[in-house]
């Protein structure tokens, strides 16, 4: 996958891009269809919970949520966490459509489209969380280390 390095002046940070129109393709599938691939195996589906919770997720304290506006992929990943031991509440409505959101590093405002919902993995939980999923993003693996002791 070819990649290409810059910098934005805008974010003032580096931003990496790649491109596949292989993995595009397979992406540009709706979630329902992807199913036998997350589900293939055991690792299959703590990956896909991974790269969810990086996207997704958010650990502050003892507390993991995880927020999107699809309410079924809050419930699939549900699911799909009760299969390593994992329990999560939810999903509850937390952000309504028509809210303004303001970029926190930009100051420009946002109308949002869609409600927003959240989920939380329950505190006790956090360890077998952190065990068979965990994060890539090492901040938050950094933070989940710490909410587990």
Known sequence: ???????????????????SIFLYKFLSHQWLELKPWIEHCNKC????????????????????TISNTNVELLVYARELLRKFGVESTGPYLGKLAGTVLKDSQTGKLYKRKKNCYYSYVSVRNLPQFAE?????????????????T
């Open 1 to 19: 996958m070819p990649y290409k390095v810059g910098w934005s002046e805008k974010r003032k940070r580096c931003i990496v891009q790649g491109a």
């Open 45 to 64: 589906t703590a990956c896909y919970l991974r790269d969810f919770f990086d996207g997704e997720g958010c650990i502050s304290r003892r507390q993991l």
């Open 132 to 148: 068979h999923i965990g994060f890539t993003i090492e901040r938050k693996q950094r933070r989940l280390r710490a909410a587990c």
